[in-house]
């Protein structure tokens, strides 16, 4: 299947790359050309915009980074809207407004071109190994056309309801993770000031009603001092101002959510926002006065 | 054995049966005698006061619900150190002060007996099971004498450190769960208002990076309305103040903290007092003007 792809950075290119390995044709456009080297030199052929990209593809998928970008690469005048053919399928993974996607689904519908909002969780390790969890969101025809595509990308594939319920449904999966980020930060900085070993810690409190995903995998790096991103705490910070902003536009007041974001502030705004989400305790540790 | 057991609770009365199952020899005290019946029942011996239960005991377990009530047990007139011999172990089980454990430790020692803090993690399923998380403060000796009782009661028995740090360790635990639950609970609300299927957004979520031991039992508790308390709101308020209590005494901050701990007592303020943790949602929804 002609497919093209929008968007090659960490989570795109190893999603792209296994439908390259499925055999379908891919057209590529991103921001860097060089990220997309390594998919060019596997057969994928170079756009020179997201709208040439689009022009023979059946299905359009894109990566990008923040909502702007989304909005660009679709909407705007070089955007693949624009070339895109009645019929075709827009698949947009990244995770962005939820106002935005029925934006684009409403466009892409006065088109005849079919629009999902299909968000994924699992990070830079989920993308290679093609476990992610898929969070769909559009009319009941776009998530049955795209199920093949989504199902060779992803290990939980879910339809949560029309254009936008995808994002929402990412948003909760982010509002969850921030919480619980500074749970185990503060937790962290307790024992150390307690005087306790914190891999006992960990060996203590992972196996009972505390244990997370978070805490098996993130804590562990906090110990090594190992701030590298498996995910962006600049994304992140994206991704709580989004669900903060929806909240409020529906009425919703999330003291946690709102709490984790002005955390997530300072860990930017002291240098950290292209360190890992992890990174939350260095915010922890400066409010308190402790050296990292 | 000869063993005293203190407080026969839901927890304790659990944690007591393993050990006539073991074969050991329990005088029992607890402040309501129907709650030891089953166990009485089952061969236990009944006395009169903590004092007399550990008379002839090698091993004095306590499980009780606040500082209070083991400083009572333990150190009052009628306590078990008044009664129990040299060389003899106390076994304090209860989540409790550190500084409370300190005392008894220092107590228990100027009499030639041993004190271990031992708090321990898995509600009322990990007592049955004998699969709880057991954390342990005292000296080497205390913790080795203590061993294979501990053992027979929980799946993981980790030394933490000198008296008190058992506490501290449970401390961890209930600083990163409290958080936690606060996402969780704030999640909900937030795909209830957006309009999502909360099943499936569990669906979504469950499996990736979101993923914790309270999101899979106590997100599904609060979908089918159940808030019986698999862990009551007003014992988790006691841990969270003790946690805040110890952590000012650090001179440590910990904001995420101090927001649960406020929740959980608007949850209390509101009559959920002996509703169980997930109830949390509770005061979320009434700070967002929602019916249950």
New interface residues.
């Given amino acids: 299947m002609q497919i093209a792809w929008i968007g090659t950075g960490v989570m795109g290119s190893a999603m792209a790359g296994h439908l390259l390995t499925a055999g379908h044709e891919l057209a590529l456009f991103s921001r860097t050309k060089s990220k997309a080297d390594g998919l060019l030199r596997r057969g994928a052929r170079w756009a020179v915009s997201p709208r040439a990209a689009a022009a023979d593809a059946e299905i359009v998928c894109v990566m990008a980074g923040y909502p702007e970008d989304v909005e660009a690469v679709v909407l705007g005048p070089e955007g693949a809207l624009q070339a895109m053919h009645s019929g075709a399928l827009l698949v947009d993974f990244t995770t962005s407004r939820?106002s935005l996607a029925v934006r684009i689904a409403d466009a892409a519908a006065s088109r005849g071109i079919l629009a999902l909002d299909a968000p994924v969780?699992?990070?830079d390790i989920?993308a290679r190994e093609a476990r992610?969890?898929?969070?769909a969101g559009g009319t009941k025809e776009a998530f049955e056309k795209a199920f093949p595509l989504l199902n060779r990308l992803g290990?939980?594939v879910?339809?949560?309801?029309g254009a936008g319920?995808g994002q929402?449904?990412k948003?909760?999966?982010?509002?969850?993770?921030?919480?619980?980020m500074?749970?185990?930060c503060?937790?962290?900085?307790?024992?150390r000031?307690?005087?306790?070993?914190p891999q006992?810690?960990l060996?203590?409190?992972g196996?009972?009603?505390?244990?997370?995903?978070?805490?098996a995998?993130l804590y562990p790096r906090i110990l090594a001092g190992d701030y590298q991103p498996g995910f962006y705490v600049e994304h992140f910070i994206k991704d709580l101002q989004i669900?903060l902003d929806?909240?409020a536009r529906?009425?919703?007041?999330?003291?946690?959510?709102a709490?984790?974001r002005q955390?997530y502030e300072a860990v930017r705004s002291g240098g950290g926002a292209r360190l890992g989400t992890q990174a939350l305790i260095l915010a922890?540790e400066r409010?308190?006065h402790l050296a990292p």
């Fill in positions: 939820p969780s699992g990070g989920g992610l969890s898929i969070m290990k939980t879910m339809h949560q309801g319920c929402h449904a948003m909760v999966n982010q509002i969850m993770i921030a919480a619980n500074m749970g185990i503060e937790g962290l900085l307790y024992a000031r307690a005087g306790l070993d006992k810690v060996a203590s409190v196996g009972g009603a505390a244990a997370s995903w978070s805490l995998n669900a929806e909240a529906m009425g919703l007041k999330l003291p946690g959510l709490l984790a955390l922890l409010l308190n």
